[in-house]
């Protein structure tokens, strides 16, 4: 069975990001998937690294958030849902990757400083899904799609290099119709079938 993890990353249970979490949440259980669901906001989660976890990053790792540490390193599938908000993650999931993405659990540091050595083998793919209120042009022209290519190159190419990065970002998503918001959800149940395809073939 398929070990996916999805993080939700929103403070509002009546958002539309909570809507495209609940759509994609199904379609991975429709699909026989082992979900286990990280609200950030609703769990509490600090954004903080702390001094402690800090000073682990190059002697001993702190012993901290365990279970999120575990879960990550266990999933076959990660699945993100957040909104964008200055062309950035929302801080609670910038917290998350600083926390838990964590020497020992997501990268070993190499010696002598050299590159990172990966330690997320079994991360295959990585779904991420996005609202926007910018249009796509200025997403795509004038910025040049900056989250996607962090995500792409800084965080999963260090510690993940056999995950597929599938970037799904609803523009304009302040003032959207309801017949987009649905296609949009139609092109994400869409796209876990085929992520789901691939990943059969990868085992």
């Known amino acids: 069975m398929t070990r996916c993890l999805l993080v939700f990353a929103h403070p509002r249970a009546d958002s539309l990001n909570a809507r495209l979490a609940a759509t994609v949440e199904a379609k991975a259980l429709e699909l026989g998937w082992e979900v286990t669901r990280r609200d950030l906001y609703a769990g509490g989660f600090s954004a903080c690294l702390t001094a402690d976890e800090h000073a682990g990053f190059y002697a001993t790792p702190a012993g901290t958030l365990i279970e999120e540490k575990r879960e990550l390193a266990a999933a076959q599938v990660l699945i993100l849902v957040f909104p964008t908000w200055w062309f950035g993650f929302p801080a609670i999931l910038k917290g998350w990757f600083d926390r838990v993405w964590a020497p020992g659990t997501a990268y070993d540091h190499a010696p002598e400083f050299g590159p990172m050595q990966p330690r997320l083998h079994a991360l295959r793919a990585v779904l991420a899904v996005t609202t926007m209120g910018a249009p ?3 997403d795509w022209l004038v910025l040049r799609r900056p989250l996607a290519r962090i995500l792409r190159l800084a965080i999963l190419k260090p510690c993940a290099p056999k995950a597929r990065l599938t970037w799904c970002v609803l523009h304009g998503a ?6 987009r918001i649905s296609r949009f959800e139609a092109t994400l149940r869409s796209g876990l079938d085929k992520l789901a395809r691939r990943t059969t073939c990868l085992d």
Do not use: G, M, Y
């Open 136 to 138: 796509a042009w200025i």
């Open 174 to 179: 302040e003032a959207v119709a309801e017949a």
